[in-house]
């Protein structure tokens, strides 16, 4: 199906299911973690338009796009990435919603240490937060500072840290005042090692077979709800730099210089700026596109492209760390 086909479909249309997709093969493998450590606990997964585990279910939504790769693309299309397009990526984010899973499922957040460690789960979610890059009083496995969020968050984060396997989380966080935090979750999970959970609803929120609305309106609303349409604030910069201009469309495309430069433009970012090189991609994805969507081209020599494109992507950088960019998506 073309991408135009595809947007008009409906979500509740498409023949999509997790068993015998490559979801169901790593799904199977967090599971297997589970069962390593002597949990008694296999959370219900089902097809939904984003990663998600509601309140007071033992359950976990998985975003369509992932059961089969013809969406994938189109995903990437959309949106510019995929999340959790790759098994590792994908293993992550399984391994943080079967942290939110768990404490559903075993009413974890009651405990008092768990209240002690990670503070009270009552706590307004933000829209927005500001991470601290450099704080080591959380743990660092889902990109974005993401424990830092919230308090459920940043058990999800800790739970994921210890359940990974064979991670050498005691020597990782020897010296950090996080690892207090995976401690609290190796005993928490001690205690209900072998234990049945008390909570073992099958419950589905939003499952793919109940959304009607077609793939173009999902996309429309995702473009707003995480500001992923690709935004016209660059333009005015872009055009001090490159040009559309007549006397430049022999020259190359900016879009095709910055590719080329890609590697080591991200890396003078990162030196300037301390920021991780994945957070400088999600910009750099963005303003690529921008320039080839505006078809822009070089009117300076590459040389001088590539520092005063370099002072523009770390601004631009640095604006989408401190600006209300981190939006609470899982």
């Given at each position: 199906?073309?991408?135009?086909?595809?947007?008009?479909a409906?979500?509740?249309?498409?023949?999509?299911?997790?068993?015998?997709?490559?979801l169901?093969?790593?799904?199977?493998?967090?599971?297997?973690?589970?069962r390593?450590?002597?949990i008694?606990?296999?959370?219900?997964?089902?097809?939904?338009d984003?990663?998600?585990?509601?309140?007071?279910?033992?359950?976990?939504?998985?975003p369509?796009?992932?059961?089969h790769?013809?969406?994938?693309?189109?995903?990437?299309?959309?949106?510019l990435?995929?999340?959790?397009?790759?098994?590792?990526?994908?293993?992550?984010?399984?391994?943080h919603?079967?942290?939110?899973?768990?404490?559903?499922?075993?009413?974890?957040?009651?405990?008092?240490?768990?209240r002690?460690?990670?503070?009270?789960?009552?706590?307004?979610?933000?829209?927005?937060?500001?991470?601290?890059?450099?704080?080591?009083?959380?743990?660092?496995?889902?990109?974005?500072?993401?424990?830092?969020?919230?308090?459920?968050e940043?058990?999800?984060?800790?739970?994921?840290?210890?359940?990974?396997?064979?991670?050498?989380?005691?020597?990782?966080?020897f010296?950090?005042?996080?690892?207090?935090?995976?401690?609290?979750?190796?005993?928490?999970m001690?205690?209900?090692?072998?234990?049945e959970?008390?909570?073992?609803?099958t419950?589905?929120?939003?499952?793919l077979?109940?959304?009607?609305?077609?793939?173009?309106?999902?996309?429309e609303?995702?473009?707003?709800?995480?500001?992923?349409?690709?935004?016209?604030?660059?333009?005015?910069?872009?055009?001090?730099?490159?040009?559309?201009?007549?006397?430049?469309?022999?020259?190359?495309?900016?879009?095709?210089?910055?590719?080329?430069?890609?590697?080591?433009?991200?890396?003078?970012v990162?030196?300037?700026t301390?920021?991780?090189?994945?957070?400088?991609?999600?910009?750099?994805?963005?303003?690529?596109?921008r320039?080839?969507?505006?078809?822009?081209?070089?009117?300076?020599?590459?040389?001088?492209?590539?520092t005063?494109?370099?002072v523009?992507?770390?601004?631009?950088?640095?604006?989408y760390?401190?600006?209300g960019?981190?939006?609470?998506a899982?």
């Amino acid at each position: 199906m073309s991408d135009e086909e595809l947007l008009a479909a409906r979500m509740c249309d498409l023949p999509l299911q997790i068993e015998g997709s490559i979801l169901q093969g790593r799904i199977e493998l967090v599971l297997a973690e589970l069962r390593a450590r002597n949990i008694s606990f296999t959370p219900h997964f089902w097809l939904s338009d984003e990663w998600f585990c509601p309140d007071g279910i033992p359950g976990i939504a998985i975003p369509f796009y992932l059961a089969h790769p013809r969406l994938e693309r189109l995903e990437k299309s959309q949106l510019l990435e995929v999340e959790g397009g790759d098994e590792a990526w994908c293993l992550k984010i399984v391994r943080h919603e079967v942290g939110h899973a768990i404490e559903n499922a075993y009413r974890l957040r009651r405990k008092r240490l768990r209240r002690q460690v990670f503070g009270s789960t009552s706590e307004p979610y933000p829209e927005y937060y500001t991470p601290r890059p450099y704080s080591k009083s959380f743990v660092l496995h889902l990109d974005l500072w993401y424990a830092q969020s919230h308090p459920d968050e940043d058990f999800a984060e800790s739970f994921a840290v210890w359940l990974t396997p064979d991670f050498p989380w005691r020597e990782r966080y020897f010296d950090w005042p996080a690892l207090k935090k995976i401690e609290c979750v190796e005993t928490l999970m001690n205690q209900i090692a072998g234990k049945e959970p008390p909570v073992t609803n099958t419950k589905q929120v939003d499952p793919l077979s109940s959304l009607t609305k077609t793939l173009a309106e999902h996309y429309e609303e995702r473009k707003r709800k995480y500001g992923k349409e690709h935004p016209s604030f660059y333009d005015r910069d872009l055009r001090r730099l490159f040009s559309d201009r007549p006397e430049h469309a022999k020259n190359l495309l900016a879009s095709t210089f910055i590719r080329r430069k890609r590697r080591a433009i991200r890396g003078l970012v990162a030196n300037w700026t301390g920021t991780y090189q994945y957070m400088i991609d999600q910009v750099l994805d963005s303003i690529t596109l921008r320039c080839g969507q505006l078809g822009l081209r070089l009117r300076l020599t590459e040389e001088d492209t590539l520092t005063q494109f370099a002072v523009l992507l770390t601004v631009q950088t640095m604006n989408y760390l401190h600006s209300g960019r981190h939006r609470i998506a899982l």
